[in-house]
């Protein structure tokens, strides 16, 4: 079974959840991975470690390339882990990973995130 982690600095990955499922509606499997305040990358690693636990086709999604969520999990990574990493997650890519599953299809979640981001300003000026 395919599974979805979202990993982030606060609580962003729990919001950005609950955003998706406005839209698409409850996520049985989508996980979230927050590294709160009061806790090291230690602490952090574990839960990650829990969340990916069992699962054969994992992709994460993390919300800074550099933080100390990504560089946990590309650690985990490195050291033999079985999943693909994305860093820069915004709803479009959840978006993208969840009609790819519905469609039985692999998603483009770089184009997908990629395209999502545009500058308003020029399309209303034409």
């Known amino acids: 079974m395919s599974k979805l982690v979202l990993i982030s600095h606060g609580q962003l990955c ?3 959840k609950k955003s998706a499922e406005m839209i698409m509606g409850p996520q049985d499997d989508i996980a979230t991975v927050a590294l ?3 806790e090291g990358p230690e602490d952090f690693q574990a839960k990650f470690k829990a969340a990916i636990e069992g699962a054969d086709d994992v992709t994460v999604l ?3 390339k550099g933080g100390t969520p990504n560089n946990v999990a590309a650690r985990v990574l490195a050291e033999g882990g ?3 990493l994305y860093a820069g997650m ?3 890519m959840v978006i993208s990973y969840l009609n790819a599953q519905m469609l039985d299809m692999k998603p483009d979640l770089l184009g997908d995130g990629k395209a999502g981001v545009v500058y308003i300003n020029d399309i209303v000026k034409h």
């Open 14 to 16: 729990e919001e950005l």
């Open 82 to 84: 079985n999943f693909d």
């Open 62 to 64: 993390a919300d800074l």
């Open 90 to 92: 915004n709803l479009p």
């Open 36 to 38: 709160l305040p009061n």
